[in-house]
């Protein structure tokens, strides 16, 4: 083929597919290329015939599997459980790139908390916390509090901010302020601000304040829950963007090797050889497994577990879709252990199968048995593909060789890191930051 | 008078180049541009068209282009009730890339969705260019295959409306079906929610599952 490009991006995972898309409405002439025969890389959503052959040795034939849990191609089953805050930055990327109008999304039933071996529905307001069996009394009137805080604050107004600095009082502190007990600091930190271990505790609050605001600004956006998540798997989103991508002149090259990676005396990149021959480009966006020599481990390793059941998780009022937190502190941990559970309303199973995907990140050598606690929870378990990822990112920014690269996508339960990645390799690669803006209408053809 | 409105995804597929944008051109602007780019920026084009006692909106979703090279998304025909597969009479090649996007419609689209095979660029033969693919062919594809089937020119118009015409008046006869509504609420996130199941939602079975399938 020969041609020249503005931008090529190797591999289709989520990252990549909102940058090209986002580059391509720029005006950037894209090409994106996946090694893989389908899209969405490691962000992929694949049939359960393809989760026997990615997990386990022996193979199963696809009549014995849909014998046993129905039509093979009703699965979509998620390899990275994530759900969409419903006021996070995805929400806003995907409204205002109109990718909405490819995917349609519900809301997940229930948010809940395992607290002293019982599970708890998360209270994601003043009503619901003064109502919940998660705190006594008093508690309940301290959080109250606490939670008229957050609502109340204005950054410009300090009588509203009741003496507290959120740049130099830790969030300990403000615990301390409002009189809040260990299992309620618990919920708060690990099932409002979503923090996947204790370390936030000793800093500064403001991270924590917009994080909690986040939480309870998406569960108001729809009331039950604050995450979304889009029908038949996550799996839409990649294509929904490459669609965009693809409809702003972006070419597209599933299954396509990269052969060869070429770059200029000055060490820059400049373009890659395909079976279709070469394209150049002054700039490459990228996954890591594209460039592993120039990708480093973060030193964390996540397991997941992708758990088939035929019942709703118990205790959850039969939800059919729900996401559990089992905070460290309750089960002797340093990482919480996340328990992401879906359903045929969501077009991810067969009719009457759950989903119940379980991750958490590793600390020891047995990392099978650190997922028990969560397994207790979840009955009876048909199926069990369990895999480890360790999780990489770049080695350098990408501005003395043009490579871009991407982090893994990590333990956390939503998408507001890949989103904070799409951010910035946006601004490294562009110069400026991410503006986001309505498409014209001009282009919505519509009599 | 009854005037519903019945949105119909209808995708297109077919090799490149076989007129694909040009017949939903002719369609929908009743207008033919020669050597025609690849549409860009469009998500998907809608036109109306009066079926009696009721309107369809057919919402025409195009490739954009990602058939080049293998590498269309599952996404593109999910939930499609309607697909145009389109070869181009006078390549012989394309219908047989025709026959594979049928296969593929069967095995990876809905089960009631209506497939048209047309058979494009007649104008060529009229002006004594050389058929490659013979009309009793196609057809018996289409008899095999439970196909409507057109021989179309979308530079001169020729059967091009029959087409849409044709499907039209087949998604008439099935029995009414929830009337999907993909290209409302284009200014933010389509929420389903079990709570207030939503008529217009697209995939009512899914929307009602919630209430109980405990």
Known sequence: ?447 | MNTSVTSIKLVLLGEAAVGKSSIVLRFVSNDFAENKEPTIGAAFLTQRVNMGDHTIKFEIWDTAGQERFASLAPMYYRNAQAALVVYDVTKPQSFIKARHWVKELHEQASRDIIIALVGNKLDIIENGGERKVAREEAENLAQQEGLLFFETSAKSGSNVNEVFLGIGQKISLKPAQNAQDGGQGSSGLRINDDSRIDLRAPYGQSSAAGSCNC
């Not at chain 1, 069996?133 to 508690?139: D, K, S």
């Not at chain 1, 507001?416 to 498409?439: A, C, N, Q």
């Open chain 1, 1 to 447: 083929m020969d041609e020249e490009y503005d931008v090529i991006v190797l591999g289709t995972g989520l990252t990549e597919c909102i940058l090209s898309g986002l580059l391509s409405v720029d005006g950037k002439k894209v090409l994106h290329i996946d090694k893989q025969d389908h899209y969405g890389g490691e962000s992929a959503s694949v049939a359960l015939s393809q989760l026997y052959q990615k997990f386990k040795q022996n193979p199963v034939s696809k009549d014995e599997i849909e014998t046993k849990f129905g039509r093979d191609r009703d699965w979509s089953v998620d390899l990275i459980p994530k759900f969409l805050m419903a006021d996070g930055e995805l929400t806003k990327i995907l409204v205002h790139t109109d990718v909405t109008r490819y995917i349609d999304f519900k809301q997940v039933a229930g948010s809940y908390v395992y607290n002293k071996g019982k599970i708890y529905k998360v209270p994601a307001n003043e009503l619901e916390a003064i109502s919940s069996p998660l705190m006594g009394i008093f508690e309940k009137r301290r959080m109250k509090r606490f939670l008229e805080w957050i609502g109340e604050y204005q950054e410009d107004n300090l009588r509203t901010h009741q003496g507290l600095d959120l740049d130099k009082n830790t969030m300990d502190e403000v615990y301390y302020k409002f009189g809040l007990g260990a299992s309620t600091k618990d919920f708060i930190g690990h099932s409002m601000a979503l923090w996947t271990n204790d370390d936030y505790l000793q800093q500064p609050a403001r991270s924590s304040f917009e994080r909690i605001v986040l939480y309870l600004q998406s569960v108001a956006r729809y009331g039950k829950s604050p995450y979304l998540y889009p029908l038949y798997g996550l799996g839409e989103l990649p294509q929904g963007f490459a669609r965009l991508s693809a409809i702003y002149g972006g070419t597209y090259m599933l299954n396509t090797p990269v052969e060869k990676v070429l770059y200029g005396e000055d060490g820059k990149f400049e373009g890659v050889t395909t079976k279709e021959g070469t394209a150049r480009a002054p700039v490459v966006i990228a996954d890591p497994t594209y460039f592993p020599e120039k990708c480093k481990s973060t030193g964390q390793k996540v397991i997941r577990a992708i758990c088939v059941l035929k019942h709703p998780v118990p205790n959850t009022g039969n939800a059919d879709s729900v996401q559990l937190i089992i905070p460290q502190s309750q089960v002797g941990r340093q990482n919480d252990i996340y328990v992401a559970v879906m359903s045929d309303s969501h077009n991810v199973v067969a009719k009457g199968h759950y989903l119940a995907i379980v991750s958490t990140i590793i600390e020891t050598d047995k990392p099978h048995i650190e997922l028990e606690p969560a397994f207790k929870l979840l009955g009876s378990i048909e199926e069990r593909f369990m895999g480890i990822a360790e999780l990489f990112e770049p080695k350098e920014s990408g501005a003395a060789d043009n490579v871009y690269l991407s982090r893994s996508y990590d333990s956390s339960s939503h998408f507001e890191s890949m989103t904070d990645d799409v951010k910035d390799i946006y601004f490294r690669v562009t110069g400026h930051p991410l503006v986001l803006k309505k498409r014209s209408q001009e282009d919505e053809e519509d009599e």
